[in-house]
Structure formats: C-alpha cells, structure tokens
C-alpha cells in the first residue's frame, strides 16, 4: 500500500493557470457602538488575479500553491448620530499581495472542490474618514467549486477572514476589535501548459 501511494503521488504532472476573479466583498464587524450610531457595512467590488501550481498525481487528493493579487473592498456608512463624520460614507479598499496553499480533489471528471489557506501581505490601502492603521497581514480559508471545459475553468469561492483588518496595538480602540473580510468571487481561468 505504502509503495502504491508513493508511486501515485511520484507519476504525475503539474499544471499552471491563471485566473481571473470578480465578486462582492464586505467586513464584518462585532461591534454594538456601532449599532448604536446606525453605522451600516454593505457589499462593494472584490476581484482579483492569481497564477496556480497544482500537482495532479493519480490520486484523489492534488496540491497545489498559488500567488494572487486581491482587492477587498467595503462601503461603510457612518449614521446621523456618529460622534465622528456623521452622515458619511466612505469606500475601504484593502490591496493584497497573497501566498496560497491548498489541497482539491475531483468529485466528477470536471467537477473539483478544493481549500486555499491563503496569506495576505497588504500593499496598499484607501480609507479617508477612519484614523485607524490596519493589519499589514491577512489569513484566511478560501473553500472553492471549479467547473473544467477543456482548458477553461468556471469557479466559485468564498474568502473568510479570521484576522483583524485594523491595527488594535496602534489605534489602542476596542471598537474596531472584531472587523473582517469576507468576499465571494466567480473566476474565470484558463490553464497554460502542463509539464
């Protein structure tokens, strides 16, 4: 058993695709003042582009190793009774430049479900009405359906965020404690070559 698992795994081959990605982001935010100033998140643009690595050996689990670029966005609206900009509404944009790691398995000959651990360093960032710094860093899980018609791939995906976007230990607020990305993309790629 062992020497059959260690052949699958040894005869296989790697291929390489680049994808491109579209969707609707948002934060999250565990925050009751909040509530209180009638201070609303809603959906804004989320998208992305990455190049993937995946090992595909005759077995049903394949890695595979990705390196993407990805914009997560919000719109947040302050309420009327605010202490700080009331009445106003801002667009958060958060830039990452992201190291992925994941494992996916076919469930039909062209269906694939897969999870992507995936590690954010933070490039840039737009937000005017907030003082707060945030995070240089992002971790999240990003579970994913793909669709295969020949060298064209159709996804879906979902990004779930588990660390604080904001900089606790700079801004020293216990408001802005629980603030997280999320976002759900459609993408659509096209595999480059195989070796």
Do not use: C
């Not at 990605?21 to 999250?28: A, L, V």
């Not at 643009?45 to 190793?65: C, H, I, N, S, T």
């Not at 240089?136 to 965020?161: E, I, R």
């Amino acid at each position: 058993m062992i020497l059959l698992f260690v052949s699958n795994m040894a005869f296989g081959q790697f291929e390489i695709t680049l994808n491109l990605s579209n969707g609707i982001s948002k934060h999250t935010k565990n925050d009751l003042n909040s509530g209180l100033f009638g201070e609303e998140n809603n959906w804004s643009y989320a998208g992305g582009v990455d190049a993937e690595l995946k090992y595909r050996p005759d077995f049903f689990l394949q890695p595979a190793l990705a390196v993407s670029f990805q914009s997560i966005g919000n719109k947040f609206s302050f309420g009327p009774n605010a202490p700080f900009n009331p009445n106003k509404t801002e667009f958060h944009r958060f830039n990452y430049l992201q190291f992925n790691a994941g494992l996916s398995s076919l469930v039909r000959e062209k269906v694939e479900i897969g999870l992507f651990a995936v590690n954010g360093m933070l490039l840039s960032h737009k937000h005017e009405l907030i003082a707060t710094e945030p995070n240089t860093w992002d971790f999240a899980l990003k579970p994913y359906l793909t669709f295969h018609f020949n060298k064209l791939n159709l996804g879906v995906s979902y990004y779930h965020g588990f660390k604080n976007i904001w900089d606790i230990n700079e801004s020293g607020s216990s408001s802005d404690s629980d603030v997280k990305n999320r976002a759900v993309f459609i993408s659509l790629g096209y595999h480059l070559f195989s070796f």
